[in-house]
């Protein structure tokens, strides 16, 4: 982690480093059904505990056999993760999410280029966050460090950025659907129009600024979405000829422009349309 400047706004640009294993539900194929997939897993948690307690308050078997039936999509999902586990590899990770390494860092280079003519616009800290995949461990880990920073502070997530068309999130969330703070949506709303690209809620796995949309907080994530789905998705197609450095250099660009208008007079951007 390192901190550039000193000014009264505190931005923080994060990118997770680390990849995952394969799994079937991730074959491109079948990836499309992934929402599908957690929707059924999230409905038949809640009837298998409904139908359990009601099967064993009622003494029924009848009921009881009704839950493990009810419990299919869990098992199965089950089995996959044992699959993935015993059988399957971690995928290259070029895309999820080397290249929004690869986007912080060259943004991380320009701003210490320009250091000295911007260092009291903004306090602004570069965080490369491990164990995403597996939790958002090292965003938690983070956030508990900075979390008196983080709550007056702007989060700016890096994911997946290499292929496909570029969005800013505004709300994220598989099941419930978080979003960030009004004001700031509405000014990251604002800048996509000013540049060209959309604004999306994305609806697959949580990203490290999902817990901040949770809470509220000013977040969003530069991604990019190949009709509605990350590009070689957690598959061993993830490699680095499947990157498009065009996506590297404009998710990069977006990112110091953002800056721009973040660390100044922010009706600047309403006037510069």
Not at 41 to 50: E, K, L, Q
Not at 149 to 154: D, E, H, K, Y
């Amino acid at each position: 982690m390192v901190e550039i400047g000193t000014g009264s706004e505190t931005i923080v640009l994060t990118a997770h480093y680390d990849s995952t294993k394969a799994a079937y539900s991730f074959n491109p194929t079948r990836v499309h059904r992934l929402g599908l997939t957690i929707k059924l897993n999230f409905a038949s948690s809640i009837i298998v505990v409904f139908l359990t307690i009601a099967g064993s308050l009622l003494n029924s078997p009848s009921i009881l056999i009704a839950s493990f039936i009810a419990s299919a999509p869990l098992l199965i999902s089950t089995i996959i993760l044992i699959h993935r586990e015993l059988f399957h590899n971690y995928v290259p990770g070029a895309n999820d999410n080397a290249s929004g390494v690869a986007v912080l860092l060259g943004v991380a280079e320009s701003l210490a280029k320009g250091f000295e003519d911007d260092k009291n616009k903004a306090r602004i800290i570069i965080a490369f966050t491990g164990a995403e995949e597996v939790g958002l461990l090292g965003s938690h880990h983070l956030y508990r460090e900075k979390q008196e920073v983080l709550r007056n502070s702007i989060v700016i997530n890096i994911d997946n950025p290499g292929i496909g068309d570029l969005a800013f999130t505004e709300c994220e969330g598989t099941i419930l659907t978080w979003c960030s703070h009004e004001e700031f949506r509405k000014i990251v709303r604002e800048f996509s129009t000013l540049k060209g690209i959309r604004t999306v809620t994305y609806k697959l796995l949580p990203t490290d600024a999902t817990p901040l949309m949770r809470m509220g907080l000013r977040a969003t994530s530069l991604m990019a979405f190949i009709n509605g789905m990350i590009g070689n998705y957690h598959w061993y197609s993830d490699t680095t000829d499947k990157v498009n450095p065009e996506n590297l250099e404009k998710a990069k660009t977006l990112v110091l422009d953002l800056l721009t208008i973040l660390t100044k007079d922010r009706r600047s951007l309403y006037t510069e349309q």
